[in-house]
C-alpha cells in the first residue's frame, strides 16, 4: 500500500573526515525532528523542510574515553536523546528550544501578506525551530551495550555480558538489579508450562530487540542466531520474565515490529535478494518520516566500490543521507472510506485518483497531462463507470492546495465521495475539500477555526455533506461534525454533536454513521438531511452503543470497523423481507482478525406497522463471530442488483500473502426452499497479481497500483554522471492496474461441486466484455495444471469445467483458444475432455461460425492425416464461398494447396488466439497469406486509376493460375471455383459473382466463354432482369410525366399514374425522367422525341450536358448500404453543374435563392437511375460478358441500363463476328418475352422496348437469315460513332467517367491473363463503397 515515487533525494550533510560519515538515523516519536549519529558526532535534523538545525560534535579526549557513536533513542516527549558508545557507555542529551521568536529558518513573505498576521501556531508550523544540544549525564554499563529501546518512561538497554537494564531517563538506575538472560525460561509458547529450558550459555546475549507496546513484550534476536519474544509475567517490567522461541530458526539477525498487528518479522542470514546492480546500495540504518512520506536512509559503501573507483571524492563512496518519496493508499489511514471502487493515494503534497476521466467528460475545459487513453477504454465498454475506472493507467493528480499544506502539513486523512468528484483532505488541523468538476479548493475563511480542531477518526462522504470526528482545542471536547459541501467552510454551517471519548475510526452505511471509540465502545448515529430556512443542514442522532472492551485487548488493534448489509443468512429464510435490507452486522478487523457481530433476530420480532422508524435498528447484537484471519482490507457495497446478487451481497477480503477471499452467498435456483445441509454461505481463497485497493462489484474486477522502474541507462554515457543518484536508482512510477478474478471463483464453486451456482454466477456475468477471457482463463489453468501434474489426479477437474463450459454459446472458440495458447502436447488430454475436434469443428460449421471453424482446422491439420485436413477444408471453403467470407475463402485456397504441395507435414505457426476482428480473425495465416490484388480495404478514397493493377501478381496466385494449372491440387481448387460460379449464375446472382471474381482474382472470362452455351446462358430474360433490378438496387421505370403533360403546374409537381405506381409494390422508388434541358426546350415535347433520330444526340446529352441527367431519389427511412441519397446521386465529372451543388441542396436547403418549381426541375433530372455504383458495377459486367461472347447477358444489362447504344453494339458484333445462331434464337425469344412483361406489368420499359424497336428487328432478321458475314464490316460515324463519341467508350463497357485514353490502357485488344487481373482489382475496387475513375478499353 505504499509507493516508491520518483528519485531519491541526497541530503547535502556537513563536509568533513570519513570518521564524521553519518552510520544511524532515528527518528523522534512525532517523526518532525531526526537523530543522525556520526562516530563522534550527534545531528538533529528537521522533517520539512529538511535542514540541519544543531550539531553536537564530541572533543577528542571524551571521544577516546567513550568510543564512537552506535545507536539512539529518543524519549516519548522528544526533550532528551539517549546515545550508546562503543565502549558501554549511554550518553544522556538534553534538548532545549531557544525562548522567544528566533527561529532557525523561517519563511519570507511580501508585506501586508495575510499570512504574516492572524494565524495562531504560524511560527510553529512554517519555521524550523533554532534548538540547543546538551549533554547531561554519562552512565557506564561496563560492557559493550547491543541494543537501546524506549519503554515508556524508562529505557531498557541489553549489554554484550547478557544483561538486561532498566534505566530511567533521568540517568538513574531504578535500584533494581539486571535481569540475566541465562534466568529467563524459554518455551515453545506462551500456554504450555511456564518452566520451560533456559539459554544455558555463558556468552548469550541479545543483538537486537523492539518493544511491542500491544503485546507487551521484546521481540529479540540472540548473537547465536535464536530469535524470541519475552515478556513479563505480571504487568510490570519486573525480573519475572518468561519467553518463547520458534526451533528451527538459528540464523536471525534483526528484527521489527507491527503493532497493529502484533506481528513480528525477523531478518535471517540465509535470504539472500536476487538485486542484481552494478554498484549495490549498503543502507546502514533508516527510519520513516511523518506519515510514511518520506523513508530516511543511511547509506554505506557499495561492496566494490573501494575497488573499482579508489578516486577520493567519489561522491558514491561517500555515505550521505537519501530522502526515498512514497506516496500510499488513502486506506492505510482511513479504511472506512465510503467509497470502495476508486483507488484514492495521497501523497506528500498531492493526491492520485483512478477518476479523472469522469471530471474531463462534464468538463471540456479541463486538461490533464497524465490523460492518455488505452486500448480498454476505446473497447467501448457497455457500463460508463467500468469505462471510467479503468480508462488508462495513468493517474488523474489533484495539487493540494499550497495555502493549506503550509500551516497543516502533513495530510494524515483523506477521502473520495461516492460519484467520484469531491475529495477531502486533513492534515494537522481543520480539512479542506476539492471538486473535480470546478478545480478548485474550499478552505476554512476564518483561519481561528481551523487551527482549532484536530481531526481525530478520520472522515467520510455522506450525499454532499463531509461528516468527520475532531477534538475541539479551546473546548477540550471530543466532536462529531457534518459540514455541508456547497456552503462555506464554516462551523456557522456545520452540525456539531458532542462525543463522549475519543473517536479512533468513523465510517458511512446508508443513513448511519458508525463511530469507533478510544473506550472500546461503538456507537451508531442516524443521519438526516435538515432545511432550517435557507441553510441545509444534517442532523445527527445517537442510535445505539455497543460495548466492545470485553474483545478488544487495545483499542490501537482496530483496524477498521464497518456497518454491512452482510450476514450469515441471505435473504430468502428471513422471515420478513425487508429484513434483508436491514439485517445489519457489524465488522470489524481486531489485528487481522475479521470479527462479525450479527444483529440478534432470536427474540420477538416487531411488525413494520407497529414500530417507530428507529425502532427496528435497535435490536442488540450477538456474541462476535470471527470470519477471517490476516485480514488487512475489507469491501462491501449497500447497492442492490438482483442480476448480480452474488457479488453484491458478498464480502471482499484481502489477506495479505495470502491472497484474497470472498464470502459468497449460495442462492437456490428459482427461488426454491434451500436445502437444510446447505450452507448459505461460502468462503472461498483466490490468488490475484496484484496489492488489491478498490473492488468493481458488479464487474467483477480488483484494482489496484504497482510500482514500475524506469532506467535512464544512457546517462552512463558522461563520465562525470557516473555518480548521480538518476544513475544510481531507476526512476520510480506508480501505475493503475486490474485483474479478473471471476474464474477463480468459478473454479472454486466447481472443485467444491456448487456447479449450479456457479452456472448462475457465470450466467450474472455472461454480459461483461471480458467474460470470453474469463471462461478461456478457467479451462486453460485447469488444463496446464493438470496435464502437467506428475502424480495421477484422482478426480480431475476438467471434464466438470468442460461440461461448465458447454452452458455457453462461447464453448466453441472458448476451446480453440485455449488449444492454440497451450503447447501441442496437452491437446490430446484437453481434447479427451471436451470432445473430438472434427466434431467441434462440424458444430461450428452448423452455428454458421466460421472464423472459429478455421481455427478447429489448424487443430486437425496437426492431429489428423491431410485427406481428414482436406475433407474439412473443403466443407467450410464451400460453406465461405456461399457466404461471401472472401478472406476466409483465400485463406482456404492457400490452405488446400499447402496439403496438396505436402506442406502440412510442418505444424503451422499458432501464435495466440485474437477475438474476431473485421479482418474475420485469421492472424494464423499470416505466414501464408496468398498474395491476390490489393484489399479494397487499404484502397485510398482518392481518385484511383487502374494503370497500376494490370501486372499479373507476383504472389502464389499469379503463378496458380499460370504455370501451375496442370497441378492435381489446383485443378481440385479450380473444380470449386467453376461449381460456385455455375450456381451463381444460374440463381441470377450476377452481383455476388461480380463480389466473387474480383476478391478471389477468378478467371471470370476464359470461365464464361467455356460455359456460353451452358451456364452463362441466360434461360428467362424477364427473371433475369427482375433480379438484376433488386440486386443493383436499380429502380424499374415508369412512364415519365413530361411524357403526359407539362409537370409543372402552379408551382407544384403533378404526379400521373399512382395507380401504377400502387402495382409496382417491390419497387420502393419513384423514378421521373424529365427534360431538364435549357429554357428554350419546349416542356410540352416529350424526351422520348427529344432523343432524336440519331444516336449522336443520344451520345451527347448523356455526357456533356444537363438535358438529360439520371438520378436515384429514396426516403430517408430505407435499409441498406446502396440507399442514401448521397451515394445515389454522384453524377459523372463532365455534369458539373448539378453534381457541385446537390451538396448545396442538401445540406443548406432553406438558404437557396433556387424557387421550388426549379428544384423540382433539378430533383427530377436526378431522378431516373439507380446508385452510382450499381452503375460502375453494371457496366464493368457489361464489359466482361461482351469479352466472353455472353450476348444475351449484354442484352438484359443493356435494358437496365436504357440504352440504344448497347443494343447497337451488340447488334454490330452479330453483323461481323461469327455468333452462335441457338444463342441468337435464345436473344430473340428472350426479348419477345420482356415485351410481353413489360406490356402487361412494367409499361414503364414500353418506350425503351419502342425506341431500339429498329435494332429488335434487325437482330429477328440475322437470327432467321442466319447471315454471317465474311469479314469485319467498319460501321459509319452516323450510326455508332464508336472513336469519336463520349458514350463509345462507356458503351463498350467503362465503369465511369473515362478518365484514362484508350492508349494508355494497353492496345485494342487485351490479353486475357491481364485483362483477368484488371477484373480482379477493379471489381474489388468497385463493389466496395466510393467512387473511383476507372476506364477499361
Not at 470497523?561 to 481486531?590: F, H, W
Not at 453494371?1178 to 443494343?1207: K, N, P, Q, T
Request: proline residues 5%; charged residues 20%; contains cysteine.
Amino acid at each position: 500500500m505504499y509507493f516508491l515515487s520518483g528519485w531519491p533525494k541526497r541530503l547535502l550533510c556537513p563536509v568533513g573526515s570519513p570518521a564524521e560519515a553519518p552510520v544511524h538515523v532515528q527518528s523522534d516519536p512525532q517523526r518532525t525532528l531526526l537523530a543522525v549519529l556520526a562516530a563522534a558526532r550527534l545531528s538533529i535534523w528537521y522533517s520539512r523542510p529538511s535542514v540541519l538545525i544543531v550539531t553536537y560534535k564530541e572533543p577528542a579526549k571524551s571521544s577516546s574515553q567513550f568510543g564512537s557513536y552506535k545507536q539512539a533513542e529518543w524519549r516519548p516527549d522528544s526533550t532528551m536523546i539517549a546515545v550508546s558508545t562503543a565502549n558501554g557507555y549511554i550518553l544522556f542529551f538534553h534538548i532545549t528550544s531557544t525562548r522567544g521568536d528566533k527561529y532557525l529558518y523561517e519563511p519570507v513573505y511580501p508585506k501586508g501578506s495575510p499570512q504574516m498576521k492572524g494565524t495562531p501556531h504560524f511560527k510553529e508550523e512554517q519555521c524550523a525551530p533554532a534548538l540547543t544540544l546538551e549533554m547531561r549525564k554519562v552512565l557506564d554499563l561496563q560492557a559493550p551495550i547491543t541494543s537501546l529501546q524506549s519503554v515508556l518512561e524508562d529505557l531498557l538497554v541489553a549489554t554484550s555480558d547478557g544483561q538486561l537494564h532498566l534505566i530511567h531517563w533521568e540517568g538513574m538506575t531504578n535500584g533494581k538489579k539486571a535481569i540475566n538472560l541465562s534466568t529467563v525460561p524459554f518455551s515453545l509458547d506462551l500456554q504450555s508450562s511456564r518452566a520451560g529450558s533456559f539459554l544455558g550459555f555463558a556468552d548469550v546475549h541479545i543483538r537486537d530487540m523492539e518493544y511491542c507496546a500491544t503485546l507487551d513484550g521484546f521481540a529479540v534476536v540472540f548473537n547465536d542466531g535464536k530469535v524470541g519474544f519475552i515478556t513479563p509475567m505480571s504487568s510490570r517490567f519486573t525480573s519475572e520474565l518468561h519467553g518463547v522461541w520458534p526451533q528451527d530458526v538459528v540464523d536471525g539477525t534483526c528484527v521489527a515490529v507491527n503493532n497493529k498487528y502484533r506481528l513480528m518479522a525477523f531478518g535471517c542470514a540465509s535470504y539472500r535478494s536476487d538485486g542484481t546492480k552494478k554498484d549495490p546500495l549498503k543502507i546502514n540504518s533508516m527510519s520513516w518520516g511523518a506519515e510514511g512520506y518520506h523513508l530516511w536512509v543511511i547509506s554505506g559503501f557499495g561492496s566494490q566500490n573501494t575497488e573499482i573507483e579508489p578516486e577520493p571524492k567519489s561522491i558514491v563512496k561517500q555515505p550521505g543521507i537519501l530522502l526515498f518519496q512514497f506516496i500510499k493508499s488513502a486506506l492505510t489511514v482511513n479504511p472506512c472510506m465510503s467509497n470502495q471502487e476508486q483507488v484514492l493515494l495521497q501523497g506528500e503534497d498531492r493526491l492520485y485518483l483512478n477518476c479523472g476521466e469522469a471530471s474531463q467528460t462534464q468538463n471540456p475545459r479541463s486538461s490533464s497531462v497524465h490523460y492518455k487513453p488505452s486500448s480498454l477504454a476505446e473497447g467501448g465498454f457497455e457500463s460508463q463507470s467500468l469505462s471510467t475506472l479503468l480508462g488508462h493507467r495513468h493517474w488523474h493528480v489533484v495539487q493540494i492546495s499550497s495555502t493549506y499544506l503550509e500551516t497543516n502539513w502533513p495530510i494524515r486523512f483523506s477521502a473520495i465521495d461516492k460519484l467520484g468528484q469531491n475529495i477531502a483532505v486533513v492534515g494537522k488541523f481543520g480539512f479542506a475539500h476539492y471538486s473535480l468538476l470546478t478545480k478548485k479548493w474550499k478552505l476554512f475563511g476564518n483561519i481561528t477555526q481551523e487551527q482549532n480542531m484536530i481531526v481525530t477518526g478520520g472522515l467520510a462522504w455522506w450525499n454532499d455533506f463531509i461528516v468527520l470526528a475532531c477534538y475541539n482545542i479551546s473546548d477540550r471536547q471530543e466532536e462529531l461534525r457534518v459540514y455541508l459541501r456547497t456552503s462555506n467552510l464554516d462551523n456557522a454551517f456545520a452540525h456539531i454533536t458532542k462525543a463522549q471519548a475519543e473517536s479512533l475510526l468513523l465510517s458511512v452505511f446508508r443513513d448511519m454513521v458508525v463511530v469507533f471509540r478510544a473506550d472500546c465502545s461503538i456507537c451508531l448515529y442516524s443521519i438526516e438531511k435538515k432545511s432550517e430556512g435557507p441553510n441545509t443542514t444534517a442532523g445527527i442522532q445517537v442510535l445505539q452503543e455497543v460495548s466492545m472492551s470485553r474483545y478488544i485487548p487495545h483499542p490501537f488493534l482496530v483496524v477498521s470497523v464497518t456497518l454491512t448489509s452482510v450476514s450469515t443468512e441471505n435473504g430468502i429464510t428471513l422471515k420478513m423481507p425487508q429484513q434483508a435490507r436491514d439485517a445489519e452486522s457489524i465488522m470489524l478487523n481486531l489485528a487481522g482478525q475479521l470479527i462479525m457481530m450479527q444483529r440478534d433476530r432470536s427474540g420477538p420480532q416487531i411488525r413494520e406497522k407497529d414500530s417507530n422508524p428507529n425502532q427496528r435498528k435497535l435490536l442488540p447484537f450477538c456474541a462476535p463471530v470471527v470470519l477471517a484471519q490476516s485480514v488487512e482490507n475489507v469491501w462491501t457495497t449497500c447497492r442492490a442488483n438482483k442480476q448480480k446478487r452474488h457479488l453484491l451481497e458478498a464480502l471482499w477480503l484481502s489477506c495479505g500473502g495470502a491472497g484474497m477471499k470472498v464470502w459468497l452467498p449460495l442462492f437456490p435456483r428459482d427461488h426454491r426452499k434451500p436445502h437444510s445441509f446447505l450452507s448459505q454461505r461460502i468462503m472461498l481463497p483466490f490468488h490475484i497479481n496484484i496489492y488489491p485497493l478498490a473492488v468493481l462489484f458488479e464487474d467483477a474486477l480488483v484494482l489496484g497500483a504497482v510500482n514500475d522502474t524506469v532506467l535512464y541507462d544512457s546517462l552512463y554515457t558522461r563520465s562525470s554522471a557516473r555518480e548521480q543518484l538518476e544513475v544510481l536508482f531507476p526512476f520510480c512510477v506508480v501505475e493503475r492496474t486490474s485483474q479478473i478474478y471471476l474464474h477463480h471463483i468459478l473454479r472454486q464453486l466447481l472443485v467444491r461441486n456448487l456447479g449450479e451456482q456457479a452456472l448462475l454466477l457465470a450466467q450474472s456475468c455472461s454480459a461483461l466484455p471480458y467474460f470470453p477471457h474469463v471462461l478461456e482463463l478457467m479451462l486453460h489453468e485447469v488444463l496446464e495444471e493438470e496435464a502437467t501434474s506428475r502424480e495421477p489426479i484422482p478426480d480431475p477437474l476438467l471434464p466438470t469445467v468442460a461440461k461448465f463450459i458447454t452452458e455457453f454459446p462461447l464453448f466453441l472458440q472458448t476451446v480453440v483458444h485455449c488449444a492454440r495458447k497451450t503447447e501441442y502436447a496437452l491437446w490430446n488430454y484437453l481434447f479427451a475432455a471436451v470432445g473430438n475436434p472434427k466434431d467441434l469443428f462440424e458444430e461450428c460449421l452448423m452455428a454458421q461460425d466460421l472464423d472459429t471453424a478455421a481455427s478447429y482446422l489448424i487443430i486437425l491439420q496437426n492431429m489428423e492425416v491431410p485427406a481428414v485436413s482436406r475433407q474439412h477444408a473443403t466443407l467450410l471453403f464451400n460453406t465461405a464461398l456461399e457466404q461471401g467470407k472472401w478472406d476466409l475463402c483465400r485463406h482456404m485456397i492457400r490452405f488446400l494447396k499447402a496439403i496438396g504441395s505436402g506442406e502440412s507435414e510442418t505444424p503451422p505457426s499458432t501464435p495466440t488466439a485474437q477475438e474476431p476482428s473485421s479482418s474475420g480473425g485469421f492472424e494464423f495465416f499470416r505466414n501464408r497469406s496468398i498474395s491476390l490484388s490489393q484489399s479494397a480495404d487499404n484502397v485510398p478514397a482518392s481518385k484511383f486509376s487502374l494503370q497500376k493493377t494490370l501486372s499479373m501478381p507476383s504472389g502464389p496466385s499469379g503463378k496458380r493460375w499460370s504455370k501451375d494449372s496442370d497441378c492435381a491440387e489446383n485443378m481440385y481448387i479450380d473444380m470449386m471455383l467453376w461449381r460456385h460460379a455455375r450456381r451463381l449464375l444460374e440463381e441470377v446472382r450476377l452481383k455476388d459473382l461480380g463480389c466473387f471474381a474480383a476478391q478471389l482474382g477468378f478467371e471470370l472470362i476464359s470461365w464464361l466463354c467455356k460455359e456460353r452455351a451452358r451456364a452463362a446462358r441466360v434461360d428467362n430474360f424477364v427473371i433475369a432482369l427482375k433480379r438484376l433490378h433488386k440486386d443493383f438496387l436499380w429502380p424499374l421505370p415508369i412512364i415519365p410525366a413530361s411524357s403526359l403533360s407539362s409537370p409543372f403546374k402552379n408551382g407544384k409537381l403533378r404526379t400521373v399514374g399512382e395507380q401504377l405506381l400502387k402495382s409496382q409494390s417491390a419497387d420502393r422508388f419513384l423514378n421521373l425522367e424529365i427534360d431538364a434541358g435549357l429554357s428554350n426546350v419546349q416542356r410540352s415535347q416529350s424526351w422520348l422525341s427529344n432523343i432524336g433520330p440519331t444516336h449522336h444526340e443520344i451520345d451527347t446529352a448523356s455526357s456533356q450536358g444537363p438535358q438529360m441527367q439520371d438520378a436515384f431519389l429514396s426516403p430517408l427511412s430505407n435499409k441498406g448500404d446502396e440507399c442514401s441519397i448521397g451515394s445515389a446521386t454522384d453524377l459523372t465529372e463532365s455534369s458539373s453543374m448539378v453534381d457541385g451543388d446537390w451538396t448545396v441542396v442538401d445540406e443548406s436547403f432553406s438558404t437557396l435563392s433556387l424557387t421550388q418549381s426549379e428544384l423540382e426541375h433539378i430533383s427530377m433530372e436526378l431522378a431516373s437511375k439507380g446508385p452510382h455504383k450499381s452503375q460502375v458495377q453494371l457496366r464493368y459486367l457489361l464489359h466482361i460478358f461482351m469479352e466472353a461472347g455472353c450476348l444475351d447477358w449484354c442484352i438484359v444489362i443493356g435494358l437496365i441500363l436504357r440504352e440504344s447504344s448497347i443494343i447497337n453494339q451488340i447488334l454490330v458484333i452479330i453483323q461481323t463476328t461469327e455468333v452462335d445462331g441457338e444463342m441468337l434464337q435464345n436473344i430473340k425469344t428472350g426479348l419477345h418475352a420482356v415485351d410481353r412483361w413489360a406490356s402487361a406489368d412494367c409499361p414503364g420499359y414500353k418506350p425503351f422496348l419502342n425506341i431500339i424497336k429498329p435494332q429488335l428487328q434487325k437482330l429477328s432478321e440475322i437470327t432467321e437469315e442466319q447471315v454471317h458475314p465474311e469479314a469485319f464490316q467498319p460501321v459509319t460515324v452516323g450510326k455508332t460513332p464508336e472513336q469519336t463519341s463520349p458514350r463509345a467508350e462507356e458503351s463498350r463497357g467503362s465503369s465511369g467517367h473515362g478518365s484514362i485514353p484508350q492508349g494508355e490502357v494497353g492496345g485494342s485488344g487485351m490479353v486475357s491473363g491481364k485483362e483477368e487481373n484488371t477484373t480482379c482489382a477493379e471489381e474489388e475496387e468497385t463493389f466496395q463503397d466510393g467512387t473511383y475513375d476507372c476506364c477499361v478499353s
